[in-house]
């Protein structure tokens, strides 16, 4: 853990860290119920698509870009997998499979809109949330089944992906975030890859005479989060038993909200995998802990997250406004100098 925290963004990975303890000092001091794991590990299945998502669309934000059509993909991927299980009898393991492959091809048409034609990627990705949501509803209508009730009824062995407990506590879902965490971290930070998303993030054109194909790294970062977001989608569809083309609608802002708590800049250029992967799980303590502590209701609890996330962004803006430097060099330059008698 210690060499984790001691890469990229270590002294912000360090304060999110520490955020964690904050969390858990002051929820379970209010609260001991809250310091049960059993009850976290509940609680972190409803928001284990921000988890999962967040961690790619780091990659797609240190491009510079940004990805808002996910979620959109999420319930394209379920309804794909209970209508072509359901309908088309295909097999329920390759139905997922061919859900998730439907996911990458999307991010794949995202990702050559973004790179190879230098459309915005607020408009391609905003453009692919409808898109695909549309799609989704296409591919329902497909089913007998009417779109509201949702496709149910999956094998027990689909169904026992996210009933399965290792050492009899720890949620297999929460074993799949691990290694997509390691897998993101390793790719991101410890390959010539990952060296090349910040490089694109930080100067394309540099990057570009360097030798780099700058265009098919940003392609590929809009599929890594694609394929986040089918994974999701799959995992979603076995917890609930049921799949619905708008599964994990309303996690696209949250989503976003990790990523730039976790240290990522929204001009790219920086980012770290561990950061937002600690921000997620702060974001989903603050939402377990306060309704738990506190008494307050789910429906405000964006406005704490929200003060938050503008807390970090405009501290973050005037630590690294010049003047405000100039102005924080000179006070300290001024304590330095002995006073004149």
Same mark, same amino acid.
């Given at each position: 853990?210690?060499?984790?925290?001691k890469?990229?963004n270590?002294?912000?990975?360090?304060?999110?860290?520490a955020?964690?303890?904050?969390?858990?000092?002051?929820?379970?001091?209010?609260?001991p119920?809250?310091?049960?794991?059993?009850?976290?590990?509940?609680?972190?299945?409803?928001?284990?698509p921000?988890?999962?998502?967040?961690?790619?669309v780091?990659?797609?934000?240190?491009?510079g870009?940004?990805?808002?059509?996910?979620?959109?993909?999420v319930?394209?991927?379920?309804?794909?997998?209970?209508?072509?299980?359901?309908?088309?009898?295909?097999?329920?393991?390759?139905a997922?499979?061919?859900?998730?492959t439907?996911?990458?091809?999307?991010?794949?048409?995202?990702?050559?809109?973004?790179?190879?034609?230098?459309?915005?990627?607020?408009v391609?990705t905003?453009?692919?949330?409808?898109?695909?949501?549309?799609?989704?509803?296409?591919?329902?209508?497909?089913?007998?089944?009417e779109?509201?009730?949702?496709?149910?009824g999956?094998?027990?062995?689909?169904?026992?992906?996210?009933?399965?407990?290792?050492?009899? /506590? @720890?949620?297999?879902?929460i %074993? *799949?975030?691990?290694v997509?965490? +390691?897998? &993101?971290?390793?790719?991101?930070?410890?390959t !010539?890859?990952?060296?090349?998303?910040?490089?694109?993030?930080?100067?394309?054109?540099?990057?570009?005479?360097?030798?780099?194909?700058?265009?098919?790294?940003?392609?590929?970062?809009?599929?890594?989060?694609?394929?986040?977001?089918?994974i999701t989608?799959?995992?979603?569809?076995?917890?609930?038993?049921?799949?619905?083309?708008d599964?994990?609608g309303?996690?696209?802002?949250?989503?976003?909200?990790?990523?730039?708590?976790?240290?990522?800049?929204?001009?790219?250029?920086?980012?770290?995998?561990?950061?937002?992967?600690?921000?997620?799980?702060?974001?989903?303590?603050?939402?377990?802990?306060?309704?738990?502590?506190?008494?307050?209701?789910?429906?405000?609890?964006?406005?704490?997250?929200?003060?938050l996330?503008?807390?970090?962004?405009?501290?973050?803006? /005037? @630590?690294?406004?010049?003047? %405000? *430097?100039?102005?924080?060099?000179? +006070?300290r &330059?001024?304590?330095?100098?002995?006073?004149? !008698?």
């Amino acid at each position: 853990m210690k060499k984790l925290l001691k890469g990229p963004n270590t002294s912000w990975n360090l304060f999110l860290a520490a955020l964690l303890v904050v969390e858990c000092v002051i929820f379970g001091a209010a609260n001991p119920k809250f310091l049960s794991l059993a009850r976290i590990f509940t609680s972190a299945n409803s928001d284990l698509p921000i988890w999962y998502i967040s961690l790619f669309v780091t990659f797609v934000m240190i491009t510079g870009g940004i990805d808002i059509q996910s979620c959109a993909i999420v319930g394209l991927t379920s309804i794909i997998i209970g209508v072509a299980w359901q309908d088309f009898g295909l097999n329920i393991w390759l139905a997922a499979l061919l859900a998730v492959t439907v996911a990458a091809a999307c991010g794949a048409l995202s990702g050559f809109f973004v790179a190879y034609c230098g459309v915005q990627a607020m408009v391609v990705t905003l453009g692919g949330s409808f898109l695909y949501s549309g799609l989704g509803l296409l591919v329902s209508a497909l089913s007998s089944t009417e779109a509201y009730k949702g496709i149910s009824g999956f094998p027990d062995s689909f169904k026992a992906l996210t009933k399965i407990k290792v050492f009899g /506590l @720890v949620p297999l879902q929460i %074993v *799949i975030f691990l290694v997509m965490l +390691l897998a &993101a971290y390793l790719l991101l930070h410890r390959t !010539k890859y990952g060296r090349r998303v910040f490089l694109v993030g930080v100067n394309p054109s540099a990057a570009e005479y360097s030798g780099i194909n700058s265009r098919l790294v940003i392609l590929s970062t809009y599929v890594l989060s694609a394929l986040a977001a089918g994974i999701t989608g799959v995992i979603m569809t076995s917890q609930l038993g049921t799949a619905k083309s708008d599964l994990g609608g309303s996690f696209t802002m949250t989503i976003i909200t990790a990523c730039v708590l976790g240290g990522t800049l929204s001009t790219g250029g920086k980012g770290s995998a561990l950061g937002t992967a600690l921000a997620a799980i702060a974001i989903t303590l603050m939402r377990f802990g306060m309704p738990l502590c506190f008494g307050i209701h789910k429906q405000y609890l964006d406005i704490p997250i929200g003060v938050l996330l503008v807390a970090v962004v405009v501290g973050r803006s /005037l @630590v690294s406004n010049p003047s %405000v *430097i100039a102005w924080a060099a000179g +006070l300290r &330059a001024g304590k330095k100098t002995p006073a004149v !008698k």
